[in-house]
């Protein structure tokens, strides 16, 4: 369903990103961001799914900056390799001057949500703090790197997904978020771990992956119409 283009962000850098269109006219733009792992088969099957879903959707390559074509497996060293690259090879501002980007290309379907996963879920909040000039709409799932950001306040309509198995994100720092910021909708799903979202995991739930797309659709339907 999609295709691989070329998108430039605002300091010249050029990246790829996976494109993938509605079958008809598009009911607005969603920015796919991934998790440490690439712009992988899940994250080009997400963008696939919210293509199918109705809306143009560009899954940017973020890892571009520091290496081309990134995609890790679900091990130690794919996550070791990952996270230095999130963590330690690039700034939050490159990522969002990519973001940016992305969501430009997917303006041309109309409003834009963004969704992201893991480290992308982090970088979705920022995103709804920073770019809610171009975003209409953000859901985030389980990003664990949100309280460094926690001062920064999400401005485009939030959705936070977190399992209560997910012992990399405890759910004291959970609460402290939705208590940070009343106007967010922080969702919690009962036995469901990190990365609950992604079938090509262990860690796989499909009744709370099931239920918080669900919930990201209304909320992009209700956002971006």
Not at 109 to 121: F, L, Q, R
Not at 171 to 192: K, P, Q, S, T
């Amino acid at each position: 369903m999609g295709q691989t283009i070329e998108l430039t962000a605002s300091d010249g850098v050029t990246f790829s990103a996976y494109r993938a269109e509605p079958a008809g006219s598009p009911k607005g733009g969603v920015v796919v961001v991934q998790e440490i792992f690439g712009v992988n088969d899940h994250i080009r099957s997400v963008a696939d799914g919210y293509a199918a879903d109705g809306y143009l959707a560009v899954a940017p390559a973020l890892f571009d900056r520091v290496r081309g074509g990134v995609e890790l497996g679900y091990d130690a060293e794919g996550i070791d390799v990952g996270r230095k690259i999130a963590f330690d090879d690039l700034t939050v501002d490159q990522v969002m001057d990519d973001i940016s980007a992305a969501a430009d290309c997917a303006a041309e379907g109309g409003k834009v949500g963004i969704v992201g996963y893991c480290w992308g879920g982090s970088m979705c909040y920022v995103a709804s703090a920073r770019l809610a000039d171009k975003i209409a709409a953000a859901s985030g799932y389980y990003g664990g790197q949100i309280m460094p950001h926690l001062d920064e306040r999400p401005t485009a309509p939030l959705l936070m997904h977190f399992g209560t198995e997910d012992h990399g994100i405890p759910l004291e720092n959970v609460h402290a978020i939705a208590e940070r910021w009343d106007h967010i909708a922080v969702h919690i799903y009962d036995g469901a771990d990190h990365g609950f979202n992604c079938d090509a995991r262990a860690s796989f739930h499909p009744d709370a992956a099931a239920l918080a797309k669900q919930r990201t659709l209304d909320h992009f339907a209700e956002h971006l119409s």
